[in-house]
């Protein structure tokens, strides 16, 4: 079973628990070709370069054992691996504009990774292990999700702006530009207002209609949300 999968025009990959990771081409909708990891892969993201925004440049992946695995795109070929959690790595972000990723993992670890020198530049202990991390739209602050709460930090320094508490575990969020939507527990669907303010009570949690019989255990923004 599939437990990541990031798309990028009609390039798509996606891996699980089999190790490896599978690259289709969707325009042909075929399976063009394959990556092996050395564990259970876990999340999965494309970097886009700003003054090339049309084709991806590189395949990020991490994985069960807690590594960071980095593949150029064209053609797909591996280029490093890094060790950035003791336990399994839970999420990864991208900046939007390269050089650093964020990774959360079951150690209770907040890392971030330069991936142009390729290692880890800080981390630190969290109070809880979160599920998600994700920047925003600048890549000025990012997000983390662990469990029904939310929380919103300075990218510079991972300071805490402010957090939010949910009624329900939080089960996966997505950025929009100018919004985080998130499914929780019991099908409910909440969009959190992200703009960027200057005070934290007015950030807006607004919970729409239930629109879904079962949880969701996914969730993406389009361009337009």
Do not use: W
Not at 27 to 46: D, N
Not at 135 to 140: I, M
Not at 206 to 211: A, I, R
């Amino acid at each position: 079973m599939d437990e990541a999968v990031a798309i990028f025009g009609s390039a798509a990959v996606s891996g699980g628990y089999d190790d490896t990771i599978k690259i289709y081409d969707l325009s042909s909708s075929s399976e063009i070709g394959s990556l092996h990891q050395s564990s259970a892969i876990t999340s999965l993201s494309f970097f886009t370069s700003p003054s090339l925004p049309s084709f991806p440049r590189n395949l990020l992946a991490t994985d069960a054992d807690g590594c960071l695995s980095i593949y150029d795109v064209d053609p797909f070929v591996h280029l490093k691996t890094l060790k950035v959690h003791k336990n399994g790595v839970n999420s990864l972000s991208v900046h939007p504009y390269g050089g650093l990723a964020l990774t959360v993992g079951h150690d209770e670890c907040l890392d971030m990774v330069n991936l142009v020198r390729g290692r880890r530049n800080f981390y630190c202990k969290l109070s809880k292990e979160s599920s998600i991390v994700q920047f925003n739209e600048t890549g000025e602050k990012f997000f983390m999700i662990a469990d029904e709460k939310i929380s919103v930090h300075e990218s510079e320094d991972a300071r805490l702006i402010f957090e939010l508490e949910n009624g329900k575990r939080i089960l996966c969020a997505a950025r929009g530009t100018q919004a985080a939507g998130q499914q929780q527990e019991a099908a409910d669907f909440n969009v959190l207002q992200l703009e960027i303010v200057k005070d934290p009570q007015a950030v807006e949690l607004q919970q729409l209609e239930q629109g879904v019989g079962q949880n969701l255990m996914g969730l993406e923004v389009g361009q337009e949300g």
